[in-house]
C-alpha cells in the first residue's frame, strides 16, 4: 500500500510547489563529492549517542525492519522540485522508539559514506514522512541517489536528507552538518524559501 503525503505542503500553509522553485520530470543528481562504494559484507546502519540502547544493523537485518511505501516530493535547495517520488523505507520514529531515544536528546546529526553530514533538530525529523529509504519507485534504491540506504525529508530541503546514510547521532546540543556550515538554512523549510543562511 502507498501512502500519499504529497498533501504535506498545506501543514506549511504553503502551495505544492514551494515559492521559487520549478517542476522537473527529471531525478537529478546532487552529490558533494561523488558515489561512494560499499558492499553488503561491511555495510552497517549505526545509531548512536543519547539513547538507552545503541544498535547496529546489516543491510539484510534494515531491510527485514517493518516498512512503508509513501508519495512524496522532493525539493532541492537548488530550485527544482520532483513531485510524487515513491519511497519504500522505515519511518524516522521507528528507529527513535527501537533506540530508545533519551529525553535530553534534542538534535540529530545523519552521518554518510562521503563525509557528508546533516543536521536537525529532533522534533523537526521525528516524524512519519522522514524515511530511512532504500527503494524507489519499487526498484533499490539507485547508487548515485543514495543506495543503499538515504533519508528523505519532503518537508525540508533536500540536502536535509543525507544519501548513503550510515549513522544516526542523537545529540543533546545542536551541531551544524556539511552544508550548514557552508551557509545553507539550517532550517531549510521550503515554503518559507531558508536556502541561505
Ligand atoms: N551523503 C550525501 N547526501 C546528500 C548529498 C551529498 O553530497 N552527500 N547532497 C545533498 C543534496 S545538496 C541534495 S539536493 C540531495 C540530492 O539527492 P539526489 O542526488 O538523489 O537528487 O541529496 C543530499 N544528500
Ligand atoms: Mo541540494
Given at each position: 500500500m502507498v501512502s500519499d503525503v504529497?498533501?504535506?505542503h498545506e501543514e506549511f500553509g504553503g502551495?505544492?510547489?514551494?515559492?521559487g522553485q520549478r517542476e522537473t520530470e527529471r531525478f537529478p543528481v546532487l552529490s558533494k563529492s561523488g558515489t561512494p562504494g560499499w558492499t553488503p559484507e561491511t555495510w552497517e546502519f549505526e545509531v548512536w549517542g543519547a539513547v538507552d540502547e545503541p544498535f547496529s544493523l546489516d543491510y539484510d537485518a534494515f531491510t527485514d525492519l517493518p516498512s512503508v511505501t509513501q508519495r512524496q516530493d522532493f525539493h532541492c535547495v537548488t530550485g527544482w522540485s520532483k513531485f510524487d517520488c515513491e519511497f519504500t523505507g522505515v519511518p524516522f520514529p521507528d528507529i527513535v522508539e527501537r533506540a530508545g531515544v533519551?529525553?535530553?536528546?534534542v538534535h540529530v546529526m545523519f552521518h554518510a559514506l562521503d563525509g557528508y553530514t546533516t543536521n536537525l533538530p529532533l522534533a523537526d525529523c521525528d516524524?512519519?514522512?522522514?524515511l530511512f529509504a532504500y527503494e524507489f519507485d519499487g526498484d533499490p534504491l539507485a547508487e548515485d541517489h543514495g543506495g543503499p540506504l538515504r533519508v528523505v525529508t519532503?518537508?525540508?530541503?533536500?540536502?536535509?536528507g543525507a544519501k548513503w546514510v550510515t549513522g544516526v547521532e542523537f545529540l543533546t546540543d545542536p551541531e551544524r552538518g556539511y552544508w550548514e556550515k557552508r551557509g545553507?538554512?539550517?532550517?531549510?523549510n521550503p515554503w518559507n524559501e531558508e536556502r541561505y543562511s
Open positions: 504529497t498533501g504535506l502551495e505544492r510547489l514551494p515559492p533519551r529525553d535530553d536528546a516524524r512519519e514522512e522522514v519532503p518537508h525540508k530541503y533536500a540536502y536535509k545553507y538554512s539550517n532550517t531549510a
